[in-house]
């Protein structure tokens, strides 16, 4: 399922934007400035811990972009704060986004400078839309990166997303199931993102289950009457205990066991893991598979695997649902050129790379002028012209497929978890270089 395009959008969603946005709006209407500009959206270095982005939301956020209108309630809160005239209200209450966007596909691997989205509109109308833009691209990024990371440790073992209860807000949680399948998590615990985005959706059972019974066998036996594919949540006393009391059941049960596994959820997981495999396997029940969580991140996650602890599939939860170790991005989302002229900003550190763009991949990649003849593969691609789609939105299964493919073909000390060496290496082209140039020198003769 998507979200909407070209309708109103519930909530007063237009007006999620910074106040400085409108009054922006409102002093380009009003000095004239009407001529198109374009903004680039991109992450100005890569967090410490990252090798690569993995951009995601892209999707998402064009089609609210396209969906974008100012209903009659947000007007009257808008007309409540008594700054803006009627005629800008008026503006605000027609407004249908009529530029051009140009993105990279969902799921593409992204680095430091390189923009994920290009908005060509008149000023005011692609002012109007920084705070959205940021916000939806963001957060997916920022999750998508992070649970690449734990797919990429985890070495073809299933990950599934179990942090909806420690996401930050509904949006958050939602956001990041989707985010988390496009890198690689096979499922969610969350009900409302398997229905809303067609992730498959898992779940096992929570100690207070066993805990409501006078003893854990009993637990056992009723929770697998009425769920025989389930897995069994072992450790809510006596973890090994746990394991022989699945054993006894699977025993009695016989040909008719469903049984799938078992769950681990705390004290040493690598060695807990060996003595129930051992213990399963003697049973007689190699079938039953070993599925651990509790705390677990990227490093713990590949630690483990290094320790040879036969575990088939980790839920993992808080570290990856709030991207602990990294838990914002230096997003910007800047002007790059207006009324046909390059814009750029020299403070340091926040430089605006500028003009319309273009990154072209080959060996490393290359963001160049948009209309330079450049070699590579070019990964910004025209999905909107005149305010209408050109290009259908991907497939939650294409941008899957998307970051599977484009992030194999990466060098493989990108997928590291330590930091690679060399990093992927990102050049201006001679273009690009020349016009930022030109700019530096023009801005640093200025009075």
């Not at 036996?221 to 069994?232: K, Q």
């Not at 993992?316 to 750029?344: F, N, Q």
Request: with cysteine; aromatic share 6%.
């Amino acid at each position: 399922m998507r979200g909407p395009t070209n309708d109103v959008l519930p909530d007063g969603l237009a007006l999620f934007t910074d106040l400085y946005e409108l009054r922006m709006a409102r002093a380009y209407l009003t000095l004239g400035m009407t001529a198109r500009a374009t903004f680039s959206l991109a992450v100005r270095a890569l967090p410490a811990s990252r090798n690569l982005l993995l951009a995601c939301g892209v999707d998402d956020v064009i089609d609210l972009v396209l969906g974008l209108r100012f209903d009659a309630a947000s007007l009257e809160a808008l007309r409540r704060l008594g700054e803006f005239p009627e005629e800008f209200l008026a503006w605000l209450g027609s407004f249908r986004f009529s530029g051009d966007i140009d993105a990279v596909a969902e799921g593409t691997p992204v680095f430091a400078e390189e923009p994920l989205i290009e908005i060509t509109a008149p000023i005011a109308e692609a002012q109007l839309l920084e705070t959205l833009v940021m916000n939806q691209v963001g957060v997916q990024t920022l999750l998508a990166s992070k649970a690449l990371r734990v797919v990429l440790a985890a070495a073809g073992r299933t990950v599934v997303d179990f942090g909806g209860r420690r996401a930050q807000g509904i949006d958050a949680a939602l956001a990041g199931a989707r985010a988390f399948h496009v890198a690689g998590v096979a499922a969610t615990s969350i009900v409302l993102a398997g229905v809303r985005h067609g992730i498959p959706v898992v779940g096992t059972m929570a100690h207070s289950f066993v805990q409501a019974f006078a003893d854990e066998a009993a637990a056992f036996e009723a929770y697998a009457s009425l769920y025989p594919d389930t897995t069994l949540l072992v450790d809510t006393y006596d973890t090994l205990d746990g394991v022989r009391r699945v054993i006894a059941l699977a025993k009695a049960l016989g040909p008719a066991c469903r049984i799938r596994g078992i769950r681990l959820d705390s004290g040493d997981l690598a060695a807990l893991a060996r003595a129930a495999r051992a213990m399963l396997d003697a049973a007689g029940l190699p079938q039953l598979q070993i599925f651990a969580s509790g705390g677990l991140d990227e490093h713990r996650v590949a630690a483990l695997i290094a320790a040879g602890a036969p575990i088939d599939a980790f839920g993992i939860g808080t570290e990856m649902s709030v991207s602990a170790d990294t838990p914002a991005l230096d997003l910007a989302y800047k002007l790059a050129a207006y009324a046909g002229e390059p814009r750029t900003k020299l403070a340091p550190g926040k430089r605006i790379l500028p003009g319309r763009k273009q990154v072209f991949r080959a060996e490393g990649d290359v963001i160049g002028l948009a209309a330079e003849p450049l070699d590579g593969t070019p990964l910004l691609r025209p999905v909107v012209r005149g305010g209408a789609r050109v290009a259908p939105p991907a497939t939650l299964a294409e941008a899957r497929r998307t970051a599977a493919e484009a992030v194999a073909r990466l060098p493989p000390r990108l997928r590291a978890l330590g930091p690679a060496e060399p990093a992927y290496p990102v050049a201006l082209s001679p273009g690009l270089a020349a016009t930022l140039a030109a700019l530096q020198a023009r801005h640093a003769l200025s009075p």
